[in-house]
């Protein structure tokens, strides 16, 4: 297999310096008094949090490292936060990693603990932050991707000499019932037969389908899933680009279980390696590189609920053409030539039948709660093409970079490389993650954004999201809203939480390079200490 890598983005200072003027911590204040965030819901009484282990000799070589005192920052928080906070850091869990911490005031700015703030780090997943809120921004909470059919050639009755076209705008939620309301309509227009071919326009993004520096062996992946124009999710799940694999064990041991493609198509093959076995169950779902060959292997149980895997097409917009093809045979419509992708349709050609997806505010929730990646990546295809005409990576996040720099994000500090976060070219310091949180609060549509973020302990899946099992029972619960973030050796928690003195506050935390299997209950660690401890007076430092 061949590792796919492609050319990062680096944002440039010239950007930052054409579209944002210094910041001073005075014209900062100015900036940020946004609606106050919201205090948190109320939880049961959470037991007490461990005591902090007692410092030893790494912390106070960690301490000598990081910048405790930076200009205008408080080197003194009140209430133990940057005790507790270089306790974490000091952990044995992460020797020898690189982690950057900064906790803020969301009401004045002002920094309240900066552990080095400035530092370049993975930030994994929490680049979502910045992909959905500039989404918001430039495309706007109503913005609505249209799916449309189109005729080209003569029309005699219920014939056409000519092609169908199929053009997508990258609607990262398009489903099979949505192509089968499209051919519904192409059929009650009372066409029947096409001489022609079925044409999948899928121009609106580049044929680039694989993101900078992803790594090969997540090709098949839902989280790596390849990126068109004209994709297809194939539940509620929302996990564009990936077909369900459903595995139903048989009746009786050691006879392979039966097996169904949703949604089906002849695009794909599938090799049935599995058993069924009375105990110790599971499969695997893999695809070769390059081919549709899917491949199925493992025990399932017998007796037991059907299990279902998602995995990864090569070709997306040929799925979707493919898909919709038999959707129009189903409603008595035939196309005799070919599926034909990638091909603009013409200007002339005449509207058949149109799907308005989705509108962007409803799709805020599965991509921030669930951290969908594959709706991340078409949003950020499809920012860079309303921004500058081009639905490329290197487009939109050209575009989420301006839009930093228009908040007062020092994007020159940074490189964004993808929507999602999942490659490793992107680099953000957490001090540019807590400045974005702070001034995206000024927006209108803040709300929205911010009840779309996971909430802490929560445990319905679409509230809590990926924290909906992180910090239950503690003072975090029903109060912290952050977004995660997860690659091999990056973890990463960024959000908003209101301390024990009703203070909101705003905190990022990315550490790097651990080896640790998981560092989650050291973030964690940190955001329930800033939930349950007072913050004191206002802090003297200056404004992030």
């Given at each position: 297999m061949t590792r796919v890598r492609a050319a990062a983005l680096t944002i440039t200072a010239a950007l930052t310096l054409a579209a944002q003027p210094t910041l001073t911590p005075t014209a900062t204040a100015a900036l940020l008094p946004p609606p106050a965030v919201p205090g948190p819901t109320p939880a049961a009484a959470a037991p007490s949090v461990p005591a902090p282990t007692p410092a030893t000799g790494r912390r106070a070589a960690l301490t000598?490292?990081?910048?405790?005192?930076?200009?205008?920052?408080?080197?003194?928080?009140?209430?133990?936060?940057?005790?507790v906070i270089d306790e974490v850091l000091a952990d044995p869990a992460l020797a020898g990693s690189q982690a950057g911490v900064v906790v803020a005031d969301a009401r004045t700015g002002a920094t309240l603990v900066d552990r080095a703030g400035a530092r370049r780090l993975l930030p994994a997943s929490n680049v979502k932050l910045f992909t959905s809120a500039a989404a918001l921004a430039i495309l706007g909470p109503g913005r609505r991707f249209v799916t449309e059919v189109k005729a080209s050639g003569v029309r005699r009755g219920s014939s056409l000499t000519g092609d169908l076209?199929?053009?997508?705008?990258?609607?990262?939620?398009?489903?099979?019932?949505?192509?089968?309301?499209?051919?519904?309509?192409v059929a009650a227009t009372g066409l029947q037969v096409i001489t022609g071919n079925l044409v999948a326009d899928d121009t609106s993004f580049d044929s680039q389908r694989l993101g900078p520096d992803w790594a090969w062996d997540d090709e098949t992946?839902?989280?790596?899933?390849?990126?068109?124009?004209?994709?297809?999710?194939?539940?509620?799940?929302?996990?564009?680009?990936?077909v369900t694999v459903k595995a139903v064990a048989a009746p009786v041991d050691n006879r392979p279980a039966r097996l169904t493609v949703d949604p089906p198509s002849r695009q794909l093959t599938v090799i049935n390696r599995t058993t069924t076995v009375g105990s110790a169950p599971g499969i695997e779902v893999t695809r070769r590189h390059g081919t549709d060959e899917i491949t199925v292997t493992g025990r399932v149980l017998r007796g037991a609920a059907p299990v279902t895997r998602a995995v990864t097409v090569r070709e997306p917009t040929v799925l979707v053409a493919d898909v919709f093809r038999t959707a129009l045979r189903r409603h008595g419509v035939r196309v005799k030539g070919l599926i034909v992708a990638g091909k603009a349709t013409p200007a002339e050609a005449s509207v058949l039948a149109r799907h308005r997806g989705r509108p962007l505010r409803e799709l805020m929730r599965p991509l921030l709660k669930r951290s969908n990646?594959?709706?991340?990546?078409?949003?950020v295809k499809a920012v860079g093409r309303t921004a500058a005409g081009a639905g490329t990576w290197p487009a939109g996040t050209n575009a989420i970079a301006s839009y930093l720099a228009r908040l007062g994000v020092d994007t020159s500090t940074m490189r964004l490389a993808d929507g999602s976060g999942l490659s490793r070219h992107n680099l953000v310091p957490?001090?540019?993650?807590?400045?974005?949180?702070?001034?995206?609060?000024?927006?209108?549509?803040?709300?929205?954004?911010?009840?779309?973020?996971?909430?802490?302990g929560h445990p319905d899946p679409l509230v809590g999201g990926t924290l909906r099992l992180r910090m239950r029972d503690t003072p975090a619960a029903g109060n912290v809203r952050a977004k995660t973030g997860t690659l091999t050796g990056a973890s990463a928690l960024s959000g908003y939480v209101t301390s024990a003195d009703n203070r909101p506050l705003v905190f990022s935390v990315v550490i790097n390079n651990q080896l640790s299997p998981s560092v989650t209950p050291l973030l964690d660690r940190i955001a329930v200490a800033l939930a349950r401890r007072p913050q004191g007076p206002e802090s003297a430092g200056g404004a992030l």
């Amino acid at each position: 297999m061949t590792r796919v890598r492609a050319a990062a983005l680096t944002i440039t200072a010239a950007l930052t310096l054409a579209a944002q003027p210094t910041l001073t911590p005075t014209a900062t204040a100015a900036l940020l008094p946004p609606p106050a965030v919201p205090g948190p819901t109320p939880a049961a009484a959470a037991p007490s949090v461990p005591a902090p282990t007692p410092a030893t000799g790494r912390r106070a070589a960690l301490t000598a490292q990081t910048s405790h005192a930076k200009a205008g920052t408080d080197p003194h928080p009140p209430a133990g936060i940057a005790e507790v906070i270089d306790e974490v850091l000091a952990d044995p869990a992460l020797a020898g990693s690189q982690a950057g911490v900064v906790v803020a005031d969301a009401r004045t700015g002002a920094t309240l603990v900066d552990r080095a703030g400035a530092r370049r780090l993975l930030p994994a997943s929490n680049v979502k932050l910045f992909t959905s809120a500039a989404a918001l921004a430039i495309l706007g909470p109503g913005r609505r991707f249209v799916t449309e059919v189109k005729a080209s050639g003569v029309r005699r009755g219920s014939s056409l000499t000519g092609d169908l076209h199929l053009r997508g705008e990258g609607d990262p939620a398009l489903s099979p019932a949505d192509l089968d309301g499209l051919a519904r309509d192409v059929a009650a227009t009372g066409l029947q037969v096409i001489t022609g071919n079925l044409v999948a326009d899928d121009t609106s993004f580049d044929s680039q389908r694989l993101g900078p520096d992803w790594a090969w062996d997540d090709e098949t992946s839902p989280g790596a899933a390849p990126v068109s124009a004209l994709t297809l999710a194939p539940d509620e799940e929302y996990l564009a680009g990936t077909v369900t694999v459903k595995a139903v064990a048989a009746p009786v041991d050691n006879r392979p279980a039966r097996l169904t493609v949703d949604p089906p198509s002849r695009q794909l093959t599938v090799i049935n390696r599995t058993t069924t076995v009375g105990s110790a169950p599971g499969i695997e779902v893999t695809r070769r590189h390059g081919t549709d060959e899917i491949t199925v292997t493992g025990r399932v149980l017998r007796g037991a609920a059907p299990v279902t895997r998602a995995v990864t097409v090569r070709e997306p917009t040929v799925l979707v053409a493919d898909v919709f093809r038999t959707a129009l045979r189903r409603h008595g419509v035939r196309v005799k030539g070919l599926i034909v992708a990638g091909k603009a349709t013409p200007a002339e050609a005449s509207v058949l039948a149109r799907h308005r997806g989705r509108p962007l505010r409803e799709l805020m929730r599965p991509l921030l709660k669930r951290s969908n990646n594959a709706m991340a990546e078409q949003l950020v295809k499809a920012v860079g093409r309303t921004a500058a005409g081009a639905g490329t990576w290197p487009a939109g996040t050209n575009a989420i970079a301006s839009y930093l720099a228009r908040l007062g994000v020092d994007t020159s500090t940074m490189r964004l490389a993808d929507g999602s976060g999942l490659s490793r070219h992107n680099l953000v310091p957490p001090a540019a993650i807590a400045r974005f949180l702070l001034a995206v609060r000024s927006e209108p549509w803040f709300r929205l954004w911010y009840d779309a973020l996971p909430l802490a302990g929560h445990p319905d899946p679409l509230v809590g999201g990926t924290l909906r099992l992180r910090m239950r029972d503690t003072p975090a619960a029903g109060n912290v809203r952050a977004k995660t973030g997860t690659l091999t050796g990056a973890s990463a928690l960024s959000g908003y939480v209101t301390s024990a003195d009703n203070r909101p506050l705003v905190f990022s935390v990315v550490i790097n390079n651990q080896l640790s299997p998981s560092v989650t209950p050291l973030l964690d660690r940190i955001a329930v200490a800033l939930a349950r401890r007072p913050q004191g007076p206002e802090s003297a430092g200056g404004a992030l």
